[in-house]
């Protein structure tokens, strides 16, 4: 089957740091760039980070840049989202997802459940 | 960065009209190369992941049903259903993705019966 399952998710206090992981199965992950994307309580989506195929390239939203870092390991078809100094504003429901296939990152084929991250004192 | 606004933030349709929804770009998401236009829509139902219906502003996604269609070019583009099922109750988002990240998603727009 085709899927993407999250799990790291939890509760944090302020400063502290959670490592997101997303296990891919069913396609050749390796092809494909992959995503994260964040949702906050009752809001919108928003795209968090990306990473390249064979993890050359790696882009982020500006609010964290510095603090987040994406990689893969495509041999285990596992991605991650290691993020420190997380703060309030992070809390939010993490989801992996998929770009279609075709070598560019585009949009969204394939996506997760999500894992719910809480940043709170 | 490109800004994604939609219109409306929501609206509540009868069973068997149309909803129509807006998605507005900051800056033109057509590629001059491809002629293709870079924006996609999903629905995400109450408690549910998203999911993609459509593609390239108007290329909809095998299994998505036929009263999905989207259209519109350069700055501006429309989702429409065309005739509303219960099940079609969700929150509708847009997303850009043409240029460098960040792949930027409208604020999304709920629909109701």
């Known amino acids: 089957e085709v899927q993407l399952v999250e799990s790291g998710g939890g509760s944090v206090q302020p400063g502290g740091s959670l490592r997101l992981s997303c296990a891919a199965s069913g396609f050749t992950f390796s092809s494909y760039w992959m995503t994260w994307v964040r949702q906050a309580p009752g809001k919108g989506l928003e795209w968090v980070a990306n990473?390249?195929?064979?993890?050359?390239?790696?882009y982020y939203v500006d609010s964290v840049k510095g603090r987040f870092t994406i990689s893969r390991d495509n041999g285990k078809e596992l991605l991650y989202l290691q993020m420190n100094s997380l703060r309030a504003e992070d809390t939010a429901v993490y989801y992996c997802a998929r770009d279609p296939p075709g070598g560019n990152a585009y949009y969204f084929d394939l996506w997760g459940r999500g894992t719910q991250v809480i940043v709170s004192s | 960065d490109i800004v994604v606004t939609q219109s409306p933030d929501s609206l509540a349709v009868s069973l068997g009209e149309r909803a129509t929804i807006h998605c507005k770009t900051s800056q033109s998401v057509l590629s001059g190369f491809s002629k293709l236009n870079y924006l996609a829509w999903y629905q995400q139902k109450p408690g549910e992941t998203p999911k993609l219906l459509i593609s390239?502003?108007?290329n909809r996604e095998s299994g998505v049903p036929d009263r999905f269609s989207g259209s519109g070019s350069g700055t501006d583009f429309t989702l429409t259903i065309s005739s509303l099922q219960a099940e079609d109750v969700a929150v509708y988002y847009c997303q850009q993705y043409h240029g460098p990240p960040p792949k930027t998603f409208g604020q999304g727009t709920k629909v109701e019966i």
């Open positions: 990473i390249k195929q064979d993890g050359s390239a790696e």
């Open positions: 390239w502003a108007s």
